[in-house]
């Protein structure tokens, strides 16, 4: 897998977020969207890596697959969401310097 091939979907969600909520394209907002493709490329890097070694452990590629899905949904979710909620300030616009 390449290491580009979550941007598309973060990229659409994105996009989708920020027509969803009237959200004008500006610095902050594309300093979030940064954060967000960061945040969906390590996700995936840490469960192909974790899948090729399944992969390399068990020799079935459907079976790796199910094991890093099973096996590394929770660290990836909470990853993300203590980044979510790290980057809510921010996104909020709450204190000095966040007025538009």
Do not use: K, Y
């Not at 459907?62 to 929770?74: D, I, L």
């Not at 909470?78 to 538009?100: D, H, K, N, V, W």
């Amino acid at each position: 897998m390449h290491d580009a091939a979550p941007l598309p979907a973060a990229l659409a969600g994105i996009v989708w977020m920020l027509f969803a909520t009237h959200t004008p394209l500006s610095v902050p907002a594309l300093t979030g969207a940064i954060m967000c493709m960061g945040v969906a490329t390590a996700n995936s890097v840490l469960v192909v890596s974790f899948a090729r070694e399944r992969l390399a452990a068990c020799g079935n590629a459907v079976q790796a697959a199910m094991e890093a899905g099973a096996t590394r949904f929770r660290p990836v979710l909470m990853t993300a969401l203590s980044r979510i909620i790290g980057m809510a300030p921010m996104a909020l616009a709450f204190g000095e310097g966040g007025e538009q």
